[in-house]
């Protein structure tokens, strides 16, 4: 069966450091791949997503950026963290009826 | 471009009784999906329930049904015998079926169960 799993859960970080978070898939193979963000109140906006290696599009301009370096691996990336960036990022991977399965969820902190 | 609107931030239910949480949308599309997510305090979210706007019969998984009006572009979601364990944020979500897949959620709505 398939799973996802995403990785910090928790990050705190400074404003203007790095930031990378990461996303793997396994069990199924070429999936189309989600990067949302979930702020109160405000329900899910999706950042990126990738339908393959290499390949990423950008639903919103912001400070964020993503990768996809292997089929099953999502990254999130940022090289200098706004407080703005602060809330819960979700992963997800989409069937081809468009259901989507997440990950646990990273909850980033930007003080 | 195509919206979805969840009314109530916040529903309350007693134990074993029924409740119905509200969601429209709209689109200039024919064809589409409808979901239904679920996100415990746990935080992951999974899905509850999707309905593809072709059918005319509402979707069911066990106490989990829809109510889709298409013409009034409504899908709201029944739960019936609600349990403690349905305590969660619940999303409307809405897909045009193109090939990146990219869905479409409301604001959620915050579903309290009182035992």
């Known amino acids: 069966s398939q799973t996802i799993h995403q990785w910090p859960a928790t990050l705190v970080q400074p404003v203007g450091s790095p930031l990378s978070l990461e996303c793997t898939v396994e069990?199924?193979?070429?999936?189309?791949l989600y990067w949302y963000r979930q702020a109160a109140g405000r329900g899910l906006q999706l950042l990126f997503y990738?339908?393959?290696?290499?390949?990423i599009s950008s639903e919103v301009p912001q400070n964020l950026s993503a990768s996809r370096p292997q089929d099953r691996q999502f990254i999130l990336s940022s090289k200098k963290l706004l407080l703005s960036d602060s809330g819960f990022y979700l992963c997800?991977?989409?069937?081809?009826?468009?259901?989507?399965?997440f990950g646990e969820g990273s909850r980033l902190t930007v003080l | 471009a195509q919206t979805v609107t969840q009314s109530q931030p916040e529903m309350s239910v007693q134990e074993a009784e029924t409740v119905t949480l509200s969601c429209t949308y709209d689109?200039?599309?024919?064809?589409?999906?409808l979901f239904w997510y679920k996100q415990p305090p746990s935080r992951q979210m999974i899905l509850v329930i999707r309905?593809?706007?072709?059918?005319?019969q509402n979707a069911t998984e066990n106490r989990f049904s829809v109510n889709f009006q298409k013409a009034a572009k409504s899908f709201s979601l029944k739960i019936s015998d609600s349990q403690l364990g349905d305590a969660a944020m619940y999303f409307c979500?809405?897909?045009?079926?193109?090939?990146?897949?990219?869905?479409?959620f409301g604001k959620g709505t915050k579903l309290s169960v009182k035992p």
């Open positions: 069990g199924t193979s070429n999936p189309n």
């Open positions: 990738s339908v393959g290696i290499g390949q």
């Open positions: 309905q593809e706007a072709y059918k005319q």
């Open positions: 689109t200039s599309e024919s064809d589409y999906y």
């Open positions: 979500a809405y897909w045009d079926g193109g090939s990146q897949g990219n869905l479409i």
């Open positions: 997800a991977w989409a069937t081809s009826t468009g259901e989507l399965f």
